[in-house]
């Protein structure tokens, strides 16, 4: 069974920086997609980065620039590096695996940003 956990987050001051975690289990997960999300209250869910298998990323026109998405395929984990965060970046940020029809998403992690 895949199970996601999450860590890394919590408070921060504006123009600060987090590293976001994601370790998984119960798959070889350097064949699968992986990627970040988050949804702040009030809001819809949006996809925040996204690293394919053969590491092909792709970001949010909102994060370009400061976040950075990575994973260790040997640790079966993947990151999120956020620099330069802003009070718009808080949320509970979620961590996703996909492959073909599978699509697993951990518990979530709080980030707030505020002074």
């Known amino acids: 069974q895949v199970q996601l956990v999450e860590s890394g987050g919590g408070l921060v001051q504006p123009g600060g920086s987090l590293r976001l975690s994601c370790a998984a289990s119960g798959s070889i997960f350097s064949i699968w997609n992986m990627g970040w999300s988050r949804q702040a209250p009030g809001k819809e869910r949006e996809l925040v980065a996204h690293i394919s298998s053969d590491d092909i990323t792709n970001y949010a026109d909102s994060v370009k620039g400061r976040f950075t998405i990575s994973r260790d395929n040997a640790k079966n984990t993947v990151y999120l590096q956020m620099n330069s965060l802003k009070p718009k970046d808080t949320a509970v940020y979620y961590c996703?695996?996909?492959?073909?029809?599978?699509?697993?998403w951990g518990q979530g992690t709080q980030v707030t940003v505020s002074s």
């Open positions: 996703n695996v996909a492959r073909f029809s599978d699509d697993y």
